[in-house]
């Protein structure tokens, strides 16, 4: 809220960020949070309650979403993402509304309305940045009117929140944004980010090592995608677990939207022993059990990377579970 107040003060959004303690959203949210920075110039704690009940609703309406599908399902996957749920509530974040956004685009693509998707999906890409790598998923369909929709309305969201500064600052904030995004210099909480940069760092790895093995996973997954075809669910997301361990950054409340993929896994069917096992450390590993306890054993999971180790291996079982799966016969190519 403090950068939207910035905004209604015709400043730059960025210019008091302090990248010690994160990052800042990007512009467009501080133009979506305008109307709870007018409510909390009166009461801080009403605009806080206001964006909490708005949260509850949209988790409400996921659940009763994947509750079609099942709610023994539905209900493990919410665990398998229970403390980055807790902890977005805790930190008053945005990844409720963001899930909400992914599961209506999911919806909205299995019911053939690309455009309603792609909107969704542009939205959440100018709140957030990076689920706009869930856009590729109208590429691999080749649904390229419903790919140009999504980002064209993530760049106009995201140019008509800094037009109010002048046509000259435009740039230069969007500029400001990708500095503080890239910066990464956490240090007042450097075990926090728990993206797979961090993790090779961690284990000694340098930015190239990073970036290869990251473009390999794209790689990868985009292969064994176009492949096999599955449907909306399972695409986003895969691609959704890509774009929170390969963001330059990834607090433990952006885990909440490996949701999808969790949902996606568990109504595929059985399947085999290893994987059934593998998907219970997964499990695990993702719902934040193991660093529940004292400080210095969630420091000492942090530190070894819990959740992105976890987030990967859910990623593998995901692609195992493609690979095992008959492919789908195109229309467009035929078998």
């Given at each position: 809220?403090?950068?939207?107040?910035?905004?209604?003060?015709?400043l730059a959004p960025f210019g008091a960020a302090d990248p010690?303690?994160?990052?800042?959203?990007?512009?467009?949210?501080?133009?979506?949070?305008?109307?709870?920075?007018?409510?909390?110039?009166?009461?801080?704690?009403?605009?806080?309650?206001l964006w909490v009940a708005g949260s509850v609703a949209c988790?409400?309406?996921?659940?009763?979403?994947?509750?079609?599908?099942?709610?023994?399902?539905?209900?493990?996957?919410?665990?398998?993402?229970?403390?980055?749920?807790?902890?977005?509530?805790?930190?008053?974040?945005?990844?409720?509304?963001?899930?909400?956004?992914?599961?209506?685009?999911?919806?909205?693509?299995?019911?053939?309305?690309?455009?309603?998707?792609?909107?969704?999906?542009?939205?959440?890409?100018?709140?957030?940045?990076?689920?706009?790598?869930?856009?590729?998923?109208?590429?691999?369909?080749?649904?390229?009117?419903?790919?140009?929709?999504?980002?064209?309305?993530?760049?106009?969201?995201?140019?008509?929140?800094?037009?109010?500064?002048?046509?000259?600052?435009?740039?230069?904030?969007?500029?400001?944004?990708?500095?503080?995004?890239?910066?990464?210099?956490?240090?007042?909480?450097?075990?926090?980010?728990?993206?797979?940069?961090?993790?090779?760092?961690?284990?000694?790895?340098?930015?190239?090592?990073?970036?290869?093995?990251?473009?390999?996973?794209?790689?990868?997954?985009?292969?064994?995608?176009?492949?096999?075809?599955?449907?909306?669910?399972?695409?986003?997301?895969?691609?959704?677990?890509?774009?929170?361990?390969?963001?330059?950054?990834?607090?433990?409340?952006?885990?909440?939207?490996?949701?999808?993929?969790?949902?996606?896994?568990?109504?595929?069917?059985?399947?085999?022993?290893?994987?059934?096992?593998?998907?219970?450390?997964?499990?695990?590993?993702?719902?934040?059990?193991?660093?529940?306890?004292?400080?210095?054993?969630?420091?000492?999971?942090?530190?070894?990377?819990?959740?992105?180790?976890?987030a990967i291996l859910l990623w593998v079982i995901v692609l195992?579970?493609?690979?095992?799966?008959?492919?789908?016969?195109?229309?467009?190519?035929?078998?």
């Open positions: 809220m403090s950068q939207s107040e910035r905004l209604l003060h015709g010690s303690v994160g990052v800042p959203w990007p512009p467009f949210s501080a133009v979506a949070l305008i109307p709870f920075a007018l409510i909390a110039r009166l009461s801080l704690p009403f605009a806080k309650a988790l409400w309406w996921v659940l009763r979403w994947a509750g079609r599908r099942g709610w023994r399902p539905a209900l493990l996957a919410l665990a398998a993402v229970a403390v980055p749920l807790q902890t977005n509530f805790e930190h008053a974040n945005i990844a409720a509304v963001l899930l909400a956004l992914v599961i209506l685009a999911v919806a909205a693509c299995e019911a053939g309305r690309d455009p309603r998707g792609a909107v969704a999906l542009g939205v959440a890409a100018a709140l957030k940045a990076f689920p706009a790598l869930l856009l590729v998923y109208f590429a691999l369909q080749r649904r390229w009117r419903a790919l140009a929709a999504g980002a064209g309305i993530a760049a106009a969201l995201t140019l008509i929140a800094l037009l109010p500064l002048g046509a000259t600052q435009v740039f230069p904030s969007v500029r400001d944004w990708l500095v503080l995004g890239l910066a990464h210099d956490w240090a007042t909480q450097p075990a926090a980010d728990q993206s797979f940069a961090a993790l090779v760092s961690r284990l000694g790895g340098s930015d190239v090592v990073t970036l290869t093995l990251s473009i390999l996973a794209v790689i990868v997954t985009l292969v064994i995608l176009v492949q096999r075809r599955p449907d909306a669910l399972t695409s986003i997301g895969i691609l959704a677990v890509l774009a929170v361990v390969l963001a330059p950054f990834a607090w433990v409340h952006a885990f909440v939207l490996l949701f999808p993929a969790w949902l996606a896994v568990l109504t595929a069917g059985p399947l085999a022993p290893l994987p059934r096992f593998a998907l219970v450390v997964a499990g695990v590993g993702t719902s934040g059990l193991l660093t529940i306890g004292p400080r210095a054993l969630r420091a000492l999971m942090l530190e070894h990377s819990v959740y992105t180790w976890s195992f579970a493609l690979r095992a799966r008959p492919v789908t016969p195109d229309p467009l190519r035929g078998t």
